[in-house]
């Protein structure tokens, strides 16, 4: 009788680990954060069987070198915590780099990596990765931004109060959502922010992933970017300066001050003088609404507005590294208010958000009211900073 049982259990854990379902695959948590490695067996084609995990609501990959590309594509599949349904095969948007300079670049542990993808509550995934050149080291990200101290679940928003513009053309700063709010945990951000010359223009991108999002989930998703940057990436904070969700809610994003030049991680060669926001949702494959056009205008008239900048205008900025698209060192020319996909080559912030950047920048430039030249700079300490001189002014470096 025992050497039966035996058998069977044997048979039992052969069956199930063919389908990839023995037992969840563990790997040490992270503040919310566990890890799967993939086999670095094949060079051109690596792969998770299907398995049960510990829970999570957003994925991506990760591998070990930040300088490295991903020159191929990246597929999971998951398994909704709820129904177990496995969902059909999506593909992550491989154009994740550190940037070009700044401690988010030189920190240890930094890491390349695809976009990541918001899944909602799942326990199982399966993975393939397929290219000419994959990387070593990959590792998929399951990030539950239910778990541990980042776990906060609140709607309230802050205050829509700011000292005046320090330019000609002032906006009235939109209500976001603050940090605390949504839920930042404060104790993963080690480093202080970095600071760098005056705001000179806002690049407009796309989380990617699902669009069937409620906006009661919008702080999770934000939260989870978080992690996933953070914790994931290797980054001190969340590369993106503001986030806007389907409802056209606004998050602040990296810490530093909102009203600041904090130098971010989110257009790799440009990030220096420059600020972002990222729409929640995949624009290349959904229409955005009145809602989300509203709010990524009224982010960029108030932001460029504290510089006296018209939303409507261009700049030229020098590219800070070769990123595929610009050489380090050339002069670009930028519309104030650009897509991410103008200064990187990427499909972001998808075509139908693209499309609507020159009516985004119409809405911006009627939120903004001519308003007398302020006697101060826009925020303590910025008197020792390089003022913005004119529209072919370039990229100034970080400090």
Not at 208 to 230: K, P, Q, W
Request: proline share 8%; hydrophobic share 35%; charged share 20%.
């Amino acid at each position: 009788m025992t050497s039966r049982l035996l058998r069977t259990a044997v048979a039992t854990a052969l069956a199930l680990g063919a389908l990839g379902l023995t037992q969840p695959a563990r790997a040490t948590p992270s503040d919310g954060v566990h890890t799967l490695g993939v086999p670095d067996d094949d060079p051109h084609d690596r792969s998770l069987a299907p398995r049960t995990t510990e829970p999570f609501s957003l994925i991506g990959i990760t591998w070990d070198d930040p300088h490295a590309t991903l020159d191929g594509t990246a597929q999971v599949r998951t398994r909704s915590r709820g129904s177990g349904a496995w969902t059909a095969w999506r593909p992550l948007e491989a154009d994740g780099r550190a940037p070009e300079t700044g401690p988010d670049r030189d920190r240890t542990g930094v890491r390349g990596s695809t976009q990541p993808l918001w899944t909602g509550p799942s326990d199982g995934v399966q993975v393939r990765v397929t290219g000419s050149r994959l990387p070593e080291g990959l590792r998929v990200e399951l990030v539950d931004p239910e778990a541990g101290p980042a776990a906060v679940h609140t709607a309230a928003v802050g205050p829509g109060l700011v000292r005046p513009a320090a330019g000609p053309r002032s906006a009235e700063r939109p209500v976001m959502v603050s940090r605390s709010a949504w839920g930042a945990n404060e104790s993963l951000v080690k480093d202080p922010p970095t600071y760098t010359g005056n705001t000179k223009a806002m690049f407009v991108h796309h989380t990617a992933g699902t669009n069937s999002y409620a906006c009661s989930e919008s702080a999770s998703i934000v939260r989870g970017v978080f992690l996933y940057h953070v914790q994931s990436n290797g980054w001190n904070d969340i590369g993106y300066h503001f986030l806007v969700d389907k409802c056209g809610t606004v998050f602040e994003g990296r810490a530093g001050g909102v009203d600041k030049p904090v130098l971010g991680a989110h257009t790799y060669g440009f990030n220096t003088a420059t600020s972002s926001v990222s729409v929640l949702g995949d624009y290349s494959t959904a229409a955005t609404n009145a809602a989300v056009r509203q709010s990524v205008a009224k982010v960029a008239a108030w932001k460029l507005g504290l510089y006296g900048i018209d939303p409507t205008g261009t700049v030229v900025l020098t590219s800070g590294a070769d990123n595929g698209k610009y050489k380090l060192g050339q002069r670009v020319t930028f519309h104030r208010v650009s897509g991410h996909r103008d200064g990187y080559p990427t499909e972001c912030p998808g075509q139908h958000l693209y499309d609507d950047l020159p009516a985004i920048r119409a809405l911006a430039a009627n939120a903004t009211t001519t308003a007398a030249l302020a006697t101060e700079p826009p925020w303590p300490g910025a008197e020792g900073l390089e003022e913005d001189r004119d529209e072919g002014d370039e990229n100034l470096p970080a400090r």
